[in-house]
Protein backbone atom coordinates (compact mmCIF):
# COMPACT_ATOMS: atom_id res chain seq x y z
CA UNK A 1 0.00 0.00 0.00
CA UNK A 2 1.80 3.31 -0.92
CA UNK A 3 1.95 6.00 1.56
CA UNK A 4 -1.03 8.50 0.70
CA UNK A 5 -3.52 5.24 0.30
CA UNK A 6 -2.37 4.35 3.71
CA UNK A 7 -3.17 7.68 5.24
CA UNK A 8 -5.99 8.52 3.87
CA UNK A 9 -7.59 4.87 5.04
CA UNK A 10 -6.20 6.09 8.67
CA UNK A 11 -7.68 9.48 8.38
CA UNK A 12 -11.12 8.20 6.73
CA UNK A 13 -11.80 5.74 9.33
CA UNK A 14 -12.56 9.20 11.67
CA UNK A 15 -14.34 11.21 9.49
CA UNK A 16 -18.47 11.36 9.73
CA UNK A 17 -18.82 10.55 6.31
CA UNK A 18 -16.85 7.00 6.30
CA UNK A 19 -20.48 5.28 5.98
CA UNK A 20 -19.11 1.32 7.37
CA UNK A 21 -17.95 2.62 10.34
CA UNK A 22 -17.81 -1.00 12.02
CA UNK A 23 -15.13 -2.10 9.53
CA UNK A 24 -11.86 -0.87 8.79
CA UNK A 25 -11.02 0.54 5.34
CA UNK A 26 -9.28 -0.96 2.59
CA UNK A 27 -9.23 1.80 0.24
CA UNK A 28 -7.36 0.58 -3.70
CA UNK A 29 -6.77 4.14 -5.32
CA UNK A 30 -8.35 4.27 -8.41
CA UNK A 31 -7.47 7.49 -9.98
CA UNK A 32 -6.50 11.07 -9.03
CA UNK A 33 -7.11 14.60 -11.27
CA UNK A 34 -4.84 17.65 -10.89
CA UNK A 35 -6.54 20.96 -10.96
CA UNK A 36 -4.84 23.40 -12.95
CA UNK A 37 -2.16 25.33 -10.31
CA UNK A 38 -2.94 28.26 -9.12
CA UNK A 39 0.36 28.55 -7.27
CA UNK A 40 2.89 26.23 -7.05
CA UNK A 41 3.28 25.72 -3.41
CA UNK A 42 -0.59 25.02 -2.97
CA UNK A 43 -1.48 21.41 -5.51
CA UNK A 44 -5.03 20.60 -5.38
CA UNK A 45 -5.97 16.97 -6.03
CA UNK A 46 -8.86 15.12 -6.40
CA UNK A 47 -8.27 11.23 -6.03
CA UNK A 48 -11.29 8.42 -6.52
CA UNK A 49 -10.66 5.91 -4.29
CA UNK A 50 -12.54 2.06 -3.66
CA UNK A 51 -13.14 0.82 -0.35
CA UNK A 52 -12.48 -3.39 -0.68
CA UNK A 53 -13.81 -3.53 3.00
CA UNK A 54 -17.89 -3.62 3.03
CA UNK A 55 -19.82 -6.21 1.28
CA UNK A 56 -20.61 -3.76 -1.95
CA UNK A 57 -17.58 -2.24 -2.51
CA UNK A 58 -18.00 1.88 -2.51
CA UNK A 59 -15.96 4.58 -3.97
CA UNK A 60 -14.94 7.50 -2.33
CA UNK A 61 -14.55 11.20 -3.48
CA UNK A 62 -11.18 12.51 -1.53
CA UNK A 63 -10.38 16.02 -2.73
CA UNK A 64 -6.82 17.15 -1.27
CA UNK A 65 -4.94 20.03 -0.89
CA UNK A 66 -1.25 19.51 -0.74
CA UNK A 67 0.80 21.91 0.49
CA UNK A 68 4.48 22.75 0.65
CA UNK A 69 4.85 23.80 4.08
CA UNK A 70 2.58 22.78 7.21
CA UNK A 71 0.50 25.67 7.09
CA UNK A 72 -3.33 24.83 6.75
CA UNK A 73 -5.78 23.92 9.42
CA UNK A 74 -4.32 21.38 11.74
CA UNK A 75 -7.63 20.32 12.35
CA UNK A 76 -8.23 19.26 8.79
CA UNK A 77 -4.39 17.87 8.25
CA UNK A 78 -4.62 14.20 6.79
CA UNK A 79 -1.04 13.53 6.78
CA UNK A 80 2.41 14.35 5.29
CA UNK A 81 3.31 12.12 1.77
CA UNK A 82 6.23 13.19 -0.66
CA UNK A 83 7.44 15.98 0.94
CA UNK A 84 4.08 17.41 1.01
CA UNK A 85 1.68 18.51 3.75
CA UNK A 86 -2.15 16.87 2.89
CA UNK A 87 -5.16 18.78 3.92
CA UNK A 88 -8.74 18.09 3.64
CA UNK A 89 -10.01 19.87 0.08
CA UNK A 90 -12.62 21.33 1.29
CA UNK A 91 -11.50 23.43 4.44
CA UNK A 92 -9.45 24.79 1.35
CA UNK A 93 -9.93 28.29 -0.23
CA UNK A 94 -7.97 26.49 -2.98
CA UNK A 95 -9.82 23.29 -3.39
CA UNK A 96 -13.43 25.63 -3.48
CA UNK A 97 -12.10 28.11 -5.35
CA UNK A 98 -11.21 25.40 -8.49
CA UNK A 99 -14.36 23.24 -7.65
CA UNK A 100 -16.93 26.72 -8.08
CA UNK A 101 -14.19 27.51 -11.27
CA UNK A 102 -15.15 24.13 -13.15
CA UNK A 103 -18.99 23.62 -11.98
CA UNK A 104 -19.71 26.82 -13.51
CA UNK A 105 -16.68 27.96 -15.65
CA UNK A 106 -19.09 27.96 -19.11
CA UNK A 107 -16.13 25.70 -20.88
CA UNK A 108 -15.84 22.08 -20.96
CA UNK A 109 -12.90 20.98 -18.69
CA UNK A 110 -10.08 19.94 -21.08
CA UNK A 111 -6.79 18.21 -20.01
CA UNK A 112 -6.43 17.36 -16.49
CA UNK A 113 -9.85 18.46 -16.16
CA UNK A 114 -11.05 16.38 -18.20
CA UNK A 115 -12.68 13.95 -15.37
CA UNK A 116 -15.72 16.51 -14.70
CA UNK A 117 -18.45 18.89 -16.32
CA UNK A 118 -19.77 21.38 -14.74
CA UNK A 119 -23.18 22.77 -15.38
CA UNK A 120 -24.61 26.35 -14.20
CA UNK A 121 -28.02 27.58 -13.71
CA UNK A 122 -26.61 30.75 -12.26
CA UNK A 123 -23.51 31.87 -14.74
CA UNK A 124 -19.95 32.27 -14.64
CA UNK A 125 -19.60 32.72 -10.51
CA UNK A 126 -16.44 32.79 -8.37
CA UNK A 127 -15.76 32.61 -4.81
CA UNK A 128 -14.10 35.08 -2.63
CA UNK A 129 -14.09 32.91 0.42
CA UNK A 130 -14.99 29.80 2.10
CA UNK A 131 -15.67 27.90 4.75
CA UNK A 132 -16.37 24.39 5.85
CA UNK A 133 -19.39 23.26 7.74
CA UNK A 134 -19.46 21.32 10.64
CA UNK A 135 -21.77 18.65 12.39
CA UNK A 136 -22.89 15.22 11.00
CA UNK A 137 -23.72 15.06 7.82
CA UNK A 138 -23.26 12.52 5.31
CA UNK A 139 -21.88 14.85 2.73
CA UNK A 140 -19.12 17.57 3.51
CA UNK A 141 -21.15 21.18 3.05
CA UNK A 142 -19.06 24.18 2.51
CA UNK A 143 -20.67 28.00 2.96
CA UNK A 144 -19.13 30.26 0.10
CA UNK A 145 -18.94 33.85 -0.03
CA UNK A 146 -19.67 34.78 -4.38
CA UNK A 147 -17.87 37.41 -5.34
CA UNK A 148 -21.17 39.13 -6.02
CA UNK A 149 -21.71 39.25 -2.60
CA UNK A 150 -24.55 36.53 -2.08
CA UNK A 151 -23.81 32.90 0.05
CA UNK A 152 -23.60 29.81 -1.75
CA UNK A 153 -23.95 26.62 -0.39
CA UNK A 154 -22.01 23.89 -1.83
CA UNK A 155 -22.26 20.57 -1.37
CA UNK A 156 -19.02 17.93 -1.73
CA UNK A 157 -20.55 14.36 -2.26
CA UNK A 158 -18.19 11.34 -0.42
CA UNK A 159 -19.62 8.56 -1.77
CA UNK A 160 -20.00 8.56 -5.67
CA UNK A 161 -21.93 6.40 -7.57
CA UNK A 162 -22.78 5.63 -11.15
CA UNK A 163 -26.07 7.19 -12.15
CA UNK A 164 -27.80 10.16 -11.72
CA UNK A 165 -27.99 11.86 -8.17
CA UNK A 166 -31.50 12.84 -7.41
CA UNK A 167 -30.19 15.88 -4.85
CA UNK A 168 -29.09 17.44 -8.36
CA UNK A 169 -31.85 16.18 -10.89
CA UNK A 170 -34.96 16.87 -7.94
CA UNK A 171 -33.49 20.56 -7.34
CA UNK A 172 -32.94 21.55 -10.79
CA UNK A 173 -36.21 20.20 -11.60
CA UNK A 174 -37.91 22.11 -8.69
CA UNK A 175 -35.96 25.31 -9.16
CA UNK A 176 -36.90 25.24 -12.97
CA UNK A 177 -40.48 25.54 -11.71
CA UNK A 178 -39.84 28.28 -9.66
CA UNK A 179 -40.09 26.21 -6.23
CA UNK A 180 -40.86 28.64 -2.96
CA UNK A 181 -39.64 25.36 -0.34
CA UNK A 182 -36.82 24.94 -1.61
CA UNK A 183 -33.20 27.13 -2.15
CA UNK A 184 -32.35 27.47 -5.93
CA UNK A 185 -29.50 25.23 -7.00
CA UNK A 186 -26.85 27.38 -8.88
CA UNK A 187 -25.10 24.58 -10.77
CA UNK A 188 -23.10 20.91 -10.22
CA UNK A 189 -20.42 18.61 -11.40
CA UNK A 190 -20.89 15.51 -13.15
CA UNK A 191 -17.59 13.41 -12.89
CA UNK A 192 -16.29 10.13 -14.75
CA UNK A 193 -14.10 7.68 -12.75
CA UNK A 194 -12.87 4.04 -13.00
CA UNK A 195 -14.89 1.53 -11.67
CA UNK A 196 -13.40 -0.41 -9.24
CA UNK A 197 -14.06 -3.76 -11.86
CA UNK A 198 -13.51 -2.17 -15.53
CA UNK A 199 -14.96 0.08 -17.11
CA UNK A 200 -15.88 4.07 -16.17
CA UNK A 201 -18.88 5.34 -13.99
CA UNK A 202 -20.07 8.61 -14.18
CA UNK A 203 -22.00 10.59 -11.90
CA UNK A 204 -21.77 13.86 -9.58
CA UNK A 205 -19.57 15.34 -7.73
CA UNK A 206 -20.58 18.50 -6.17
CA UNK A 207 -23.83 20.87 -6.25
CA UNK A 208 -24.33 24.73 -5.52
CA UNK A 209 -27.31 25.96 -4.30
CA UNK A 210 -28.88 29.13 -2.23
CA UNK A 211 -27.36 29.56 0.89
CA UNK A 212 -31.00 30.26 3.06
CA UNK A 213 -29.78 33.33 5.47
CA UNK A 214 -31.08 33.04 9.32
CA UNK A 215 -32.05 29.42 8.62
CA UNK A 216 -32.47 27.15 11.79
CA UNK A 217 -32.26 23.48 11.28
CA UNK A 218 -35.64 21.80 12.21
CA UNK A 219 -34.38 19.16 14.01
CA UNK A 220 -32.83 21.36 16.43
CA UNK A 221 -36.01 23.61 16.35
CA UNK A 222 -37.82 20.67 17.35
CA UNK A 223 -35.64 19.06 19.90
CA UNK A 224 -35.28 22.63 21.84
CA UNK A 225 -39.15 23.15 21.54
CA UNK A 226 -39.77 19.58 23.17
CA UNK A 227 -37.23 19.58 26.00
CA UNK A 228 -38.67 23.10 26.84
CA UNK A 229 -42.10 21.74 26.43
CA UNK A 230 -42.76 24.74 24.10
CA UNK A 231 -45.94 23.89 21.53
CA UNK A 232 -44.55 23.07 18.29
CA UNK A 233 -47.96 22.40 16.44
CA UNK A 234 -48.06 25.51 14.47
CA UNK A 235 -45.01 24.83 13.18
CA UNK A 236 -45.47 21.16 12.55
CA UNK A 237 -48.62 22.07 10.93
CA UNK A 238 -46.89 24.27 8.50
CA UNK A 239 -44.17 21.71 7.72
CA UNK A 240 -47.48 19.19 6.99
CA UNK A 241 -49.01 21.84 4.01
CA UNK A 242 -45.14 22.99 3.04
CA UNK A 243 -44.83 18.80 2.39
CA UNK A 244 -47.88 18.89 0.56
CA UNK A 245 -46.92 21.32 -1.62
CA UNK A 246 -43.72 19.94 -2.05
CA UNK A 247 -45.24 17.18 -3.41
CA UNK A 248 -47.40 18.87 -5.72
CA UNK A 249 -44.75 20.96 -7.54
CA UNK A 250 -43.01 17.69 -7.71
CA UNK A 251 -45.79 15.71 -9.14
CA UNK A 252 -46.05 18.92 -11.95
CA UNK A 253 -42.35 19.03 -12.84
CA UNK A 254 -41.19 15.21 -13.13
CA UNK A 255 -42.71 12.23 -14.13
CA UNK A 256 -45.61 10.47 -11.92
CA UNK A 257 -47.21 7.10 -12.95
CA UNK A 258 -50.12 5.18 -11.62
CA UNK A 259 -48.17 2.09 -9.36
CA UNK A 260 -49.16 -1.32 -11.28
CA UNK A 261 -48.81 -4.87 -9.78
CA UNK A 262 -45.15 -4.67 -10.46
CA UNK A 263 -44.39 -1.92 -8.96
CA UNK A 264 -45.92 -3.08 -5.62
CA UNK A 265 -43.82 -6.06 -6.49
CA UNK A 266 -41.02 -3.98 -6.34
CA UNK A 267 -41.48 -2.22 -3.54
CA UNK A 268 -42.56 -4.88 -1.24
CA UNK A 269 -39.16 -6.49 -2.31
CA UNK A 270 -37.57 -3.79 -1.16
CA UNK A 271 -38.77 -3.70 2.03
CA UNK A 272 -38.48 -7.10 2.78
CA UNK A 273 -35.00 -7.12 1.57
CA UNK A 274 -34.44 -3.89 4.31
CA UNK A 275 -35.79 -6.22 6.89
CA UNK A 276 -33.47 -8.85 6.10
CA UNK A 277 -30.79 -6.71 6.62
CA UNK A 278 -31.79 -5.56 9.25
CA UNK A 279 -32.30 -9.28 10.85
CA UNK A 280 -28.91 -9.68 10.09
CA UNK A 281 -27.35 -6.42 12.36
CA UNK A 282 -29.56 -6.78 14.83
CA UNK A 283 -31.12 -10.36 15.78
CA UNK A 284 -33.75 -8.57 17.93
CA UNK A 285 -35.67 -7.93 15.26
CA UNK A 286 -36.09 -11.68 14.37
CA UNK A 287 -39.05 -12.10 16.72
CA UNK A 288 -41.00 -8.99 15.55
CA UNK A 289 -40.51 -9.87 11.62
CA UNK A 290 -43.87 -12.19 11.40
CA UNK A 291 -45.80 -8.99 12.47
CA UNK A 292 -44.01 -6.43 10.11
CA UNK A 293 -44.76 -8.67 7.24
CA UNK A 294 -48.30 -9.14 8.17
CA UNK A 295 -48.02 -4.84 7.82
CA UNK A 296 -46.32 -5.36 4.62
CA UNK A 297 -48.97 -7.93 3.05
CA UNK A 298 -51.95 -5.87 3.88
CA UNK A 299 -50.52 -2.11 2.69
CA UNK A 300 -50.14 -4.23 -0.68
CA UNK A 301 -53.47 -4.77 -1.03
CA UNK A 302 -54.67 -1.76 -0.41
CA UNK A 303 -56.16 0.75 -3.06
CA UNK A 304 -52.38 1.97 -5.06
CA UNK A 305 -51.39 5.43 -4.92
CA UNK A 306 -49.92 7.81 -7.71
CA UNK A 307 -46.14 7.27 -8.09
CA UNK A 308 -44.00 10.51 -8.24
CA UNK A 309 -40.58 11.72 -7.63
CA UNK A 310 -40.64 12.20 -3.76
CA UNK A 311 -37.93 14.01 -1.46
CA UNK A 312 -36.65 10.44 -0.35
CA UNK A 313 -35.36 10.77 3.02
CA UNK A 314 -37.53 12.83 4.85
CA UNK A 315 -36.94 14.06 8.58
CA UNK A 316 -36.64 16.98 10.30
CA UNK A 317 -32.74 17.31 9.41
CA UNK A 318 -33.77 17.97 6.10
CA UNK A 319 -35.66 21.35 6.88
CA UNK A 320 -34.58 23.96 7.54
CA UNK A 321 -36.91 26.99 8.99
CA UNK A 322 -36.09 30.47 7.76
CA UNK A 323 -37.96 33.49 8.76
CA UNK A 324 -39.03 35.01 5.64
CA UNK A 325 -39.25 31.94 3.79
CA UNK A 326 -40.88 29.18 6.50
CA UNK A 327 -39.77 25.68 5.53
CA UNK A 328 -37.16 24.79 3.54
CA UNK A 329 -36.53 20.95 2.39
CA UNK A 330 -33.18 19.79 1.67
CA UNK A 331 -30.91 17.80 0.85
CA UNK A 332 -32.75 15.36 -1.85
CA UNK A 333 -30.05 12.69 -2.12
CA UNK A 334 -32.60 9.64 -1.06
CA UNK A 335 -31.27 7.16 1.83
CA UNK A 336 -27.55 6.67 1.52
CA UNK A 337 -27.93 3.06 2.31
CA UNK A 338 -30.16 2.49 -0.64
CA UNK A 339 -28.78 2.22 -4.21
CA UNK A 340 -29.01 5.06 -6.00
CA UNK A 341 -30.92 3.21 -8.93
CA UNK A 342 -33.98 2.72 -6.58
CA UNK A 343 -33.48 6.46 -5.56
CA UNK A 344 -35.42 8.56 -8.33
CA UNK A 345 -37.65 6.02 -9.38
CA UNK A 346 -41.54 7.31 -8.57
CA UNK A 347 -42.27 6.49 -5.21
CA UNK A 348 -45.03 6.76 -3.03
CA UNK A 349 -45.87 10.39 -1.33
CA UNK A 350 -47.12 8.79 1.84
CA UNK A 351 -42.95 7.08 2.09
CA UNK A 352 -42.43 11.09 3.31
CA UNK A 353 -44.81 11.66 5.20
CA UNK A 354 -44.00 8.60 7.49
CA UNK A 355 -40.64 9.91 7.19
CA UNK A 356 -41.09 12.76 9.15
CA UNK A 357 -44.12 11.41 11.39
CA UNK A 358 -40.55 9.01 12.62
CA UNK A 359 -38.94 12.23 13.18
CA UNK A 360 -41.24 13.59 16.14
CA UNK A 361 -40.78 10.34 17.72
CA UNK A 362 -37.10 10.25 17.30
CA UNK A 363 -37.08 13.57 19.36
CA UNK A 364 -39.00 12.58 22.20
CA UNK A 365 -37.17 9.10 22.09
CA UNK A 366 -33.56 10.68 22.38
CA UNK A 367 -34.57 13.45 25.05
CA UNK A 368 -36.27 9.60 26.91
CA UNK A 369 -32.16 8.86 26.83
CA UNK A 370 -30.82 12.64 28.14
CA UNK A 371 -29.02 12.07 31.50
CA UNK A 372 -31.87 13.73 33.11
CA UNK A 373 -34.54 12.47 30.35
CA UNK A 374 -37.91 14.66 29.21
CA UNK A 375 -40.62 12.98 28.55
CA UNK A 376 -41.92 14.31 25.61
CA UNK A 377 -44.68 11.88 24.13
CA UNK A 378 -47.17 14.04 24.38
CA UNK A 379 -45.31 16.84 22.46
CA UNK A 380 -44.68 14.31 19.82
CA UNK A 381 -48.55 12.87 19.48
CA UNK A 382 -49.45 16.50 19.08
CA UNK A 383 -46.62 17.86 16.63
CA UNK A 384 -47.36 14.45 14.33
CA UNK A 385 -51.34 14.68 14.43
CA UNK A 386 -50.74 18.52 13.58
CA UNK A 387 -48.36 17.76 10.80
CA UNK A 388 -50.57 15.34 9.29
CA UNK A 389 -53.62 17.92 9.32
CA UNK A 390 -51.31 20.56 7.53
CA UNK A 391 -50.62 17.74 4.95
CA UNK A 392 -54.33 17.66 4.81
CA UNK A 393 -55.15 21.12 4.26
CA UNK A 394 -53.55 20.62 1.22
CA UNK A 395 -53.59 17.39 -0.29
CA UNK A 396 -57.28 16.77 1.28
CA UNK A 397 -57.97 13.21 1.98
CA UNK A 398 -54.69 11.49 1.04
CA UNK A 399 -53.32 10.07 4.12
CA UNK A 400 -56.71 8.64 5.10
CA UNK A 401 -56.88 7.24 1.50
CA UNK A 402 -53.86 5.47 1.97
CA UNK A 403 -53.43 4.42 5.82
CA UNK A 404 -52.43 1.26 5.49
CA UNK A 405 -49.61 2.10 3.30
CA UNK A 406 -48.46 4.95 5.55
CA UNK A 407 -48.47 2.74 8.27
CA UNK A 408 -46.39 0.21 6.59
CA UNK A 409 -44.15 2.72 5.31
CA UNK A 410 -43.66 4.32 8.94
CA UNK A 411 -42.97 0.74 9.69
CA UNK A 412 -40.31 0.28 6.84
CA UNK A 413 -38.54 3.22 8.23
CA UNK A 414 -37.90 2.34 11.42
CA UNK A 415 -36.62 -0.91 10.36
CA UNK A 416 -34.00 1.03 8.13
CA UNK A 417 -33.54 3.55 11.01
CA UNK A 418 -32.31 0.45 13.08
CA UNK A 419 -29.80 -0.96 10.67
CA UNK A 420 -28.71 2.72 9.89
CA UNK A 421 -28.02 3.23 13.54
CA UNK A 422 -26.19 0.01 13.96
CA UNK A 423 -23.81 1.28 11.58
CA UNK A 424 -23.56 4.72 13.12
CA UNK A 425 -25.27 5.23 16.76
CA UNK A 426 -25.71 1.88 18.38
CA UNK A 427 -26.65 3.36 21.50
CA UNK A 428 -29.47 4.88 19.76
CA UNK A 429 -30.85 1.65 18.20
CA UNK A 430 -33.80 1.46 21.02
CA UNK A 431 -35.09 4.61 19.55
CA UNK A 432 -36.42 2.77 16.32
CA UNK A 433 -36.71 -0.84 18.07
CA UNK A 434 -39.25 0.34 20.53
CA UNK A 435 -41.11 2.43 17.75
CA UNK A 436 -41.60 -0.98 15.59
CA UNK A 437 -42.76 -2.57 18.64
CA UNK A 438 -45.17 0.31 19.36
CA UNK A 439 -46.42 0.44 15.72
CA UNK A 440 -47.38 -3.54 15.91
CA UNK A 441 -48.64 -3.23 19.57
CA UNK A 442 -51.04 -0.46 18.34
CA UNK A 443 -52.62 -2.29 15.42
CA UNK A 444 -53.34 -5.41 17.19
CA UNK A 445 -55.35 -3.78 19.71
N1 LIG B 1 -29.26 25.88 1.20
C1 LIG B 1 -28.84 25.86 2.46
N2 LIG B 1 -28.81 26.99 3.20
C2 LIG B 1 -28.38 26.97 4.48
N3 LIG B 1 -27.91 25.88 5.09
C3 LIG B 1 -27.91 24.72 4.42
C4 LIG B 1 -28.39 24.66 3.07
N4 LIG B 1 -28.27 23.38 2.64
C5 LIG B 1 -27.74 22.69 3.67
N5 LIG B 1 -27.52 23.49 4.73
C6 LIG B 1 -26.91 23.08 6.02
O1 LIG B 1 -25.96 22.05 5.75
C7 LIG B 1 -26.31 20.85 6.47
C8 LIG B 1 -26.00 19.63 5.60
O2 LIG B 1 -26.76 19.65 4.41
P1 LIG B 1 -27.41 18.33 3.81
O3 LIG B 1 -27.91 18.66 2.44
O4 LIG B 1 -28.42 17.76 4.77
O5 LIG B 1 -26.12 17.40 3.71
P2 LIG B 1 -25.89 15.81 3.84
O6 LIG B 1 -26.14 15.23 2.46
O7 LIG B 1 -24.46 15.72 4.21
O8 LIG B 1 -26.83 15.24 4.90
C9 LIG B 1 -27.79 21.02 6.81
O9 LIG B 1 -28.17 20.35 7.99
C10 LIG B 1 -27.94 22.53 6.96
O10 LIG B 1 -27.61 22.90 8.28
O1 LIG C 1 -29.40 13.23 6.85
P1 LIG C 1 -28.93 11.97 6.16
O2 LIG C 1 -29.29 11.92 4.70
O3 LIG C 1 -27.50 11.65 6.40
O4 LIG C 1 -29.86 10.81 6.82
C1 LIG C 1 -29.36 9.73 7.56
O5 LIG C 1 -28.95 10.18 8.85
C2 LIG C 1 -30.02 10.63 9.72
C3 LIG C 1 -29.38 11.02 11.07
O6 LIG C 1 -28.56 12.12 10.89
C4 LIG C 1 -31.06 9.55 9.91
O7 LIG C 1 -32.17 10.13 10.63
C5 LIG C 1 -32.59 9.51 11.83
O8 LIG C 1 -32.12 10.32 12.95
C6 LIG C 1 -32.65 11.66 12.95
C7 LIG C 1 -32.12 12.33 14.21
O9 LIG C 1 -30.72 12.45 14.16
C8 LIG C 1 -34.19 11.63 12.98
O10 LIG C 1 -34.68 12.98 12.89
C9 LIG C 1 -34.72 10.83 11.79
O11 LIG C 1 -36.12 10.75 11.86
C10 LIG C 1 -34.11 9.44 11.82
O12 LIG C 1 -34.52 8.72 10.64
C11 LIG C 1 -31.60 9.09 8.55
O13 LIG C 1 -32.52 8.04 8.75
C12 LIG C 1 -30.41 8.62 7.69
O14 LIG C 1 -30.87 8.27 6.40
Known amino acids: MTELTELVGTWMRRQRWYSTKNVEPRLRLLAS ?41 EA ?23 LVQLMTGQEHAEGRDAHAQGHTLGGRLAVRSSRRLTGEQSNTSIVGELEDDRLALIKVFRVVQDGENPDVSTLAALTAAGSRRTPALLGWLTGRWPTPVAGTASGELALMQDFVPGAEDGWELAVSAAERGEDFTDRAYL ?69 QRIHGDLHLGQVLYAPDRGW ?23 RDVAGMLRSFDYVAGSLARRETPVDATAWAANARQAYLEGYASVAGS ?22 YEARHRPSWIPIPLSAVQRLLATRVS
Open 33 to 73: FDAEPADADVRVVTHFFCDDAPRTPRVYQVPVVARAGRDGD
Open 76 to 98: ALIGEAGGRYLYDGPTEEAYVAS
Open 239 to 307: LGAGTAELHTLLARSLPTKRAAKEDVALALDGMFRRLTVTTTEVPEVEELRAGIAAVYEDAAAAPLPLL
Open 328 to 350: QFIDFEGEPLRPLAERALPDATM
Open 398 to 419: EVDDFRLLLDAFELDKAVYEIA
